[in-house]
């Protein structure tokens, strides 16, 4: 997993690419490369999007974490 940081408008957001075992969701694909944006309140971590699509999970310390716990809405 890697993550990269940006600021948009005053927000704090992470880039996250993963490979398909690394996700609890993704793990029984073929290995492709997904991105993930993860939304930060400076304490928190948040999964707001998978692959372009809006995806949802709990609050977690790191980035990371909340990528692999997280899950695409429908």
């Known amino acids: 997993m890697k993550q990269k940081k940006y600021y948009s408008d005053y927000e704090t957001f992470y880039e996250v ?7 609890k969701d993704f793990c029984f694909e073929k290995p492709t490369t997904h991105n993930a944006i993860v939304y930060s ?25 909340a ?4 899950w ?3």
């Open 17 to 23: 690419t993963f490979q398909t075992g690394e996700h």
């Open 41 to 65: 309140d400076g304490i928190w971590f948040h999964c707001i999007m998978i692959d372009g699509k809006p995806a949802n999970s709990p609050c977690y310390r790191s980035a990371k974490s």
């Open 67 to 70: 990528v692999k716990n997280s």
């Open 72 to 74: 695409i809405l429908k």
